[in-house]
């Protein structure tokens, strides 16, 4: 088939389709001429995460601690990312000691490039704080004590 010419526009025709559709590789056939146009997939690119502090703030409760069932406990809805200010550099939403009321956010869930509130659902004074900032948390880890 060497010596069967093409259309050079019919060929930038095709690899224009390429560009526009994503797609790597397309081929016609018509009676005895056939065309195949083949392009390497693009290199991965590398995604850069944003950077994320280590965790800070307050250990850990003890393993043998089970606050999950505590009355006072505030759940995590989701898993995701703990930030207990609203920005870096800023002052925490709720401290050790502080009295808080309904609805008041006491902390945000990162989830999904997502900042989610985590409200207080009963009115007291915040007894402890059993996570870190840009610590991860899971659905259901117990995030802060109101008494």
């Known amino acids: 088939m060497s010596g069967v010419?093409?259309?050079?526009?019919?060929?930038?025709?095709?690899?224009?389709?390429?560009?526009e559709t994503g797609l790597?590789?397309?081929?016609?056939?018509?009676?005895?001429?056939?065309i195949r146009i083949k392009r390497s997939p693009a290199p991965a690119q590398r995604v850069s995460l944003p950077h994320r502090p280590p965790p800070e703030g307050p250990a850990e409760p003890?393993?043998?601690?089970?606050?999950?069932?505590?009355p006072g406990a505030v759940l995590s809805p989701m898993v995701g990312v703990v930030y207990l200010a609203p920005e870096p550099g800023a002052p925490a939403f709720v401290?050790?000691?502080?009295?808080?009321?309904?609805?008041?956010t006491l902390l945000l869930i990162e989830a999904m490039k997502t900042?989610?509130?985590?409200?207080?659902?009963k009115a007291?004074?915040?007894?402890?704080?059993?996570?870190?900032?840009?610590?991860p948390v899971e659905f259901g880890e117990p995030l802060m004590l109101i008494e």
């Open 5 to 19: 010419p093409f259309d050079p526009a019919a060929i930038r025709a095709l690899a224009a389709i390429l560009n």
């Open 62 to 70: 003890a393993a043998s601690e089970d606050l999950t069932r505590h």
């Open 124 to 135: 007291g004074e915040v007894s402890r704080i059993l996570v870190r900032a840009g610590a």
């Open 115 to 121: 900042f989610n509130q985590i409200k207080a659902t």
């Open 24 to 34: 790597t590789e397309i081929e016609i056939a018509e009676q005895d001429r056939r």
């Open 95 to 104: 401290t050790l000691g502080q009295r808080v009321e309904i609805g008041q």
